[in-house]
T-cell receptor, first 116, second 110 residues
């Protein structure tokens, strides 16, 4: 199993450009999520999904879109990049059962994004 | 913000010593997890403790949970240089959102 994969590893964007960060998992996990990590702030949840066709907002969703058309893939779209979106982005996945508390999260290696 | 806080922010110890880091949170929780992050890499799950548990062990790791004080601690015994990393607590209150703490940077020196 490859686990959770993310592409690209590094990206530099100019302000106003758009792009998609890719995330895929091969563990048949229902739950997938995107976090951003900034110095001194830990990880903050951007968006998450509990299954194909179901997405919801996290703590910091503004400026980002997601969709979940398959169980395996959960892309994150930056609509119009801003310098405040310079960060390291992590995708994670886990098992999920309605009404149950969270399970162990499996993380991808991250995408380091710089917006100039 | 419901983000948890961890202290200390940074901890430097000698190899062989014990390392203790603490996590405080603001909401009722169903479980609390601890993760490790090596520099520049993704997080790796270490241990999960449920709200009805008070202590849990896994190898050199010991986690405690005090729901009345809304706090948890992670103890790493007999630290090794390879334990150098950042450690994060994470918790959920029963919804689908996992909230992470701000992290403790541990440095274990030879």
């Amino acid at each position: 199993n490859a686990g959770v994969t993310q592409t690209p590893k590094f990206q530099v964007l100019k302000t106003g450009q758009s792009m998609t960060l890719q995330c895929a998992q091969d563990m048949n996990h229902e739950y997938m999520s995107w976090y951003r990590q900034d110095p001194g702030m830990g990880l903050r949840l951007i968006h998450y999904s509990v299954g194909a066709g179901i997405t919801d907002q996290g703590e910091v969703p503004n400026g980002y879109n997601v969709s979940r058309s398959t169980t395996e893939d959960f892309p994150l779209r930056l609509l119009s990049a801003a310098p405040s979106q310079t960060s390291v982005y992590f995708c994670a996945s886990s098992y999920w059962t309605s009404g149950m508390s969270s399970y162990e999260q499996y993380f991808g290696p991250g995408t380091r994004l710089t917006v100039t | 913000s419901q983000q948890g806080e961890e202290d200390p922010q940074a901890l430097s110890i000698q190899e062989g010593e014990n390392a203790t880091m603490n996590c405080s949170y603001k909401t009722s929780i169903n479980n609390l997890q601890w993760y490790r992050q090596n520099s520049g890499r993704g997080l790796v799950h270490l241990i999960l403790i449920r709200s009805n548990e008070r202590e849990k062990h896994s190898g050199r790791l010991r986690v405690t949970l005090d729901t009345s004080k809304k706090s948890s601690s992670l103890l790493i015994t007999a630290s090794r240089a390879a334990d150098t990393a950042s450690y994060f607590c994470a918790y959920t209150g029963g919804g689908n959102k996992l909230t992470f703490g701000t992290g403790t940077q541990l440095k274990v020196e030879l």
